[in-house]
Every structure is written in C-alpha cells, then in structure tokens.
C-alpha cells in the first residue's frame, strides 16, 4: 500500500517520542508561569523543647528544666520588581519550549520528507536499472564480448580506424592485423617492441 509524503509525516509526528517530550514541555513551563505569578506564603513554625515525653518528672536529678514552646510567622517581602522579574523569565522559558517545539517539528517534517525523497528516486532508479536489464538481455546476442568492450575504449582513435571488421570475433590473445605496423604505430595488445 502506497503512501503519500502527508500520511508519512503525519506518522511520524503522531508517533515520534522527541515531539511527545517536547510538546509535554509546554504545560511544565506554563505551570512555571503559574507558580512564577504567586506571591510568597507566609510560613507558621511550630516548636517545643524539652518536653516530659517519657514522664519522668522534672527534678534536680535529671536536670529537667520546665518545657519550652515557640510559635513564629514568617512573611516574606519582596522587592518591587522581583515578582514581574520572576514572571518574565517564566514567561520567556514557555516562548522557548514552543520555539524548541516548533523547531522539532520542523527537522522532522523535512527528515520525513528527505527520506520519502530518497525512497521514490531509489524505487525509481530501481525500475530504471531492471528496464536497462531487460534491453541488455534482448541486445545481448547483437554485442560484442564484454573484454572488448573493455579494451576498445583504451585503443587509440588511429588503431579503432584499422581495426578489422571482424574484430568483435577475435580473441584477447590474438593479435589484431598489422595494418598499422607498416604505419610505425604500436598496438597496446603487442608486448614492448624489440
């Protein structure tokens, strides 16, 4: 089933992990803007201290003094521009995590995209050689043998010229007609000259 560069990248947003971790990104920064907005709590401490918890008295023996208890509130104050400070930085991480997103979907929409490229051209490029397969086995009967089709090229232009027409039926080890021995010129299948 074939399909289309839309289907495969709505896939691959749906189901890739790194966009489901940065798209969680964005509720965490904004819950920071949230906290970044409160103003501080007040704190209330409670404490005791030497306290009669195994009843045994307070006397001279034991040094026991009376027992001790505090109560405090604290209130935090802040200055003027902490709180818009805290709010702004907030504000600007959540801008980040969306960029970062945005930035996410991006790559992989053109990676997505890149690798559905690359799958046509290698389908295409794959029916391409076997249509060359197929001509070659239907040309095969009509060419020559594949050393000559490796010598010929390395042959200069002048030996092609004088070359025998019946050239494609000569074995490698034969040697060609010395037509152009009488010329002075040397053919790349003779050994070095005497």
Same mark, same amino acid.
């Given at each position: 089933?074939?399909? #289309?560069?839309?289907?495969?990248?709505?896939?691959?947003?749906?189901?890739?992990?790194?966009? *489901?971790?940065?798209?969680?990104?964005?509720?965490?920064?904004?819950?920071?803007?949230? &906290?970044?907005?409160?103003?501080?709590?007040?704190?209330?401490?409670?404490?005791?201290?030497?306290?009669?918890?195994?009843? #045994?008295?307070?006397?001279?023996?034991?040094?026991?003094?009376?027992?001790?208890?505090?109560?405090?509130?604290?209130?935090? *104050?802040?200055?003027?521009?902490? =709180?818009?400070?805290?709010?702004?930085?907030?504000?600007?991480? =959540?801008?980040?995590?969306? !960029?970062?997103?945005?930035?996410?979907?991006?790559?992989? #929409?053109?990676?997505?995209?890149?690798? !559905?490229?690359? *799958?046509?051209?290698?389908?295409?490029?794959?029916?391409?050689?076997? &249509?060359?397969?197929?001509?070659?086995?239907?040309?095969? /009967?009509?060419? /020559?043998? &594949?050393?000559?089709?490796?010598?010929? /090229?390395?042959?200069?232009?002048?030996?092609?010229?004088?070359? /025998?027409?019946?050239?494609?039926?000569?074995?490698?080890?034969?040697?060609?007609?010395?037509?152009?021995?009488?010329?002075? !010129?040397?053919?790349?299948?003779?050994?070095?000259?005497?």
């Amino acid at each position: 089933m074939a399909i #289309t560069v839309e289907q495969a990248v709505a896939e691959a947003l749906q189901r890739n992990l790194s966009i *489901l971790a940065e798209r969680y990104e964005i509720p965490r920064a904004e819950a920071e803007v949230i &906290a970044a907005r409160l103003r501080p709590n007040p704190v209330l401490s409670l404490g005791g201290d030497h306290l009669d918890l195994l009843g #045994t008295g307070y006397d001279a023996i034991n040094n026991a003094g009376p027992p001790e208890y505090a109560a405090r509130v604290d209130w935090p *104050l802040e200055r003027p521009s902490k =709180r818009r400070a805290r709010i702004a930085v907030a504000e600007q991480a =959540r801008a980040a995590a969306e !960029f970062r997103l945005q930035d996410a979907l991006r790559q992989l #929409t053109l990676e997505v995209q890149q690798a !559905f490229v690359e *799958l046509q051209a290698a389908k295409e490029s794959l029916q391409l050689a076997r &249509a060359n397969q197929g001509l070659l086995k239907n040309l095969s /009967p009509s060419m /020559p043998p &594949a050393y000559e089709l490796a010598i010929l /090229p390395q042959l200069n232009w002048y030996e092609r010229a004088f070359l /025998p027409s019946n050239s494609t039926k000569r074995s490698p080890k034969q040697k060609p007609a010395g037509v152009w021995r009488k010329i002075g !010129f040397k053919s790349s299948w003779d050994g070095p000259r005497p």
